[in-house]
């Protein structure tokens, strides 16, 4: 096994406490922000809605923690389980043999990861956390990508 799949392997194991850790802190962070103010209460109505205070971008912030590492879990985890069967790359290590329903794995992990773009940035829009918005528009399409590029033995 090479080490970059040592990576995968441990982020997949891993990466679900430190992704659930980072909402739980996300979580503490709103109850924070709760009681402050939400919006400005000066401005034009398009700053107001727009620009959020100091204490909501916190909130963001944490937010954004928490989705960039459950993106990462769930990479790790498309990477992990078509390691064995499926996706040939040389840096993975040993395919093993060919998985006989697996030809459809590689198309259905991308699509899943582009529409998980698109409904968590929707979603992060509606709640106008803004920062958590571009990352999952930055990280996620490209993840889907990188993983599009892969070898298999179907391809």
Do not use: K, N
């Not at 194991?13 to 979580?27: E, N």
């Not at 509606?126 to 179907?154: E, H, K, N």
């Amino acid at each position: 096994m090479g080490p970059m799949m040592l990576f995968f392997g441990l982020v997949f194991m891993g990466g679900w406490a430190a992704a659930v850790g980072a909402l739980v802190y996300a979580v503490v962070a709103l109850v924070r922000v709760w009681p402050q103010d939400w919006m400005r209460s000066q401005g034009h109505l398009a700053v107001r809605v727009l620009v959020p205070t100091p204490a909501y971008r916190r909130f963001d912030v944490a937010l954004t923690v928490a989705a960039l590492l459950a993106d990462l879990w769930f990479v790790s985890a498309v990477i992990v389980f078509g390691s064995d069967g499926i996706f040939t790359e040389e840096w993975m290590g040993y395919p093993g043999m060919t998985d006989p329903e697996g030809q459809g794995y590689q198309a259905g992990a991308v699509d899943a990861l582009r529409t998980l773009a698109w409904w968590t940035s929707g979603i992060a829009v509606l709640g106008r956390c803004w920062i958590t918005a571009g990352v999952q528009l930055c990280v996620l399409p490209m993840a889907a990508s990188w993983i599009g590029s892969f070898d298999t033995y179907y391809t």
